[in-house]
């Protein structure tokens, strides 16, 4: 995707285009009251009505609306070319929202063999008690995912690149697929953000995000986002989004904001930093392979060049040594802090199969006991080599 077609918006409802000008602007005018130029905190539960009924700006009871989470739902769907954004307390709270919204009993669902392990105990041991069926299919394989639809499969869930895998999947090939089949095409979009990738405008019909990771950036709140292109789907989430209530607090709306506008810079430093990392454990003795779609060897390398603006600031790496080399890797580490989460300024190591992904142990999604994540921060890449290089050894 090349910067003029990514870095604009031709159908914006704003005066300007630009990403890194939406992430600081949109749905976040001046405030009408203060001039305050950035978005108040509304800690607020409930609205004064003028008589029963009237309500003043359409504000009525926060769980329904409130401002400082809708400046961020705009800014939201805006960043993704969107045209409804939903915030959410969590990207699991996003994540169930939807699929309540979408799903009834007896239908199907076909998702990747390689996803957030989270999501996959979403369905695995929460949606499916509800009769709702899911298959497994190797989602960058368009074939596949063809073969692994049913008559009675409603929703495609597709993570691009996926955790913790980085593994490619060709969101304008899948868009197809989906739409032959009247499938929902779900996109959980949170390893690139919407600065590298725009799902939406490939064709997908939901993009999903913990604003946990990128989107926040600082590691200091906990939130979700959905974001659709059609309205009608856009009003049915909101709905539900209001039905179900996990929706994100003032506060929280607020640190999503303020991290989502430096997203641009951010990511920036991110990807050249992830791009000296995957080199060197590439040349590394003790590393076996590694997982990073920038490298030109990996699978996935040529789709995610035509779909991202650049490959992101995640990489895995598989150790030789097996498990217990890995976990001493992960032990070892200084400056990678190790931890669960990503996205965040600071850099973080863990061992997926003990941490993030121990829920999908013994699954299809099981990943490899030897695997080390990374989520390669922004600070200076020399001592970020020189760590990862201590901590193998
Ligand atoms: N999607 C992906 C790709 C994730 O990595 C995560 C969390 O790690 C989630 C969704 C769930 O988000 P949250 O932890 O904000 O509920």
Redesign the pocket.
């Known amino acids: 995707m090349n910067e003029t077609e990514h870095g604009t918006r031709p159908d914006s409802p704003h005066a300007y285009r630009h990403f890194e000008t939406l992430a600081i602007h949109a749905g976040q005018p001046a405030d009408a009251q203060t001039g305050a130029v950035v978005t108040p905190i509304y800690q607020v539960s409930t609205y004064k009505q003028d008589g029963v009924g009237g309500l003043r700006g359409g504000y009525e009871y926060s769980r329904s609306a409130n401002p400082t989470r809708s400046a961020l739902e705009e800014s939201l769907a805006a960043l993704e070319s969107g045209r409804r954004g939903l915030a959410f307390a969590?990207?699991?709270?996003?994540?169930d929202c939807l699929l309540r919204t979408l799903l009834k009993p007896g239908d199907h669902v076909v998702i990747p063999n390689d996803?957030?392990?989270?999501?996959f105990r979403l369905f695995a041991k929460v949606v499916e008690r509800w009769g709702v069926r899911w298959s497994v299919a190797d989602t960058s394989d368009p074939r596949a995912v063809r073969e692994a639809l049913r008559p009675e499969t409603r929703v495609l869930w597709v993570?691009t690149p996926?955790?913790p895998l980085l593994g490619i999947s060709d969101i304008e090939a899948l868009a197809g697929v989906a739409r032959e089949a009247g499938v929902r095409l779900v996109v959980?979009n949170?390893?690139a953000s919407p600065y590298l990738q725009q799902p939406l405008q490939l064709g997908a019909d939901v993009v999903?995000?913990?604003?946990?990771?990128y989107m926040g950036g600082h590691s200091d709140v906990?939130?979700?986002a959905l974001v659709t292109s059609d309205a009608g789907l856009g009003e049915e989430l909101a709905y539900h989004q209001n039905a179900m209530g996990a929706v994100a607090g003032p506060f929280d709306a607020w640190l999503v904001m303020r991290g989502a506008k430096t997203l641009a810079v951010r990511m920036d430093r991110h990807c050249e930093n992830a791009t000296r990392v995957a080199e060197m454990l590439a040349g590394h003795p003790k590393v076996s392979q590694v997982y990073y779609p920038g490298l030109a060897e990996h699978p996935g390398h040529e789709v995610a060049a035509k779909q991202m603006k650049a490959f992101g600031g995640m990489v895995s790496f598989r150790v030789r040594g097996g498990e217990e080399a890995a976990v001493a890797v992960c032990d070892r580490a200084e400056l990678f802090t190790l931890g669960?989460?990503?996205g965040g300024v600071e850099s973080l190591i863990e061992h997926p199969g003990r941490m993030?992904h121990a829920s999908a142990a013994g699954s299809p999604l099981e990943v490899p006991a030897d695997l080390v994540r990374v989520s390669v921060g922004i600070e200076a890449a020399d001592d970020l080599l020189a760590d990862l290089r201590q901590a193998l050894g």
Do not use: I, P, Q, R
Not at 90 to 95: F, T, V
Not at 115 to 119: E, N
Not at 208 to 213: A, G, I, M, P, W
């Open positions: 969590s990207g699991l709270a996003a994540e996803a957030y392990g989270g999501t993570e996926s955790n959980d949170t390893f999903v995000h913990s604003t946990t990771k906990v939130g979700g669960e989460s990503l993030t």
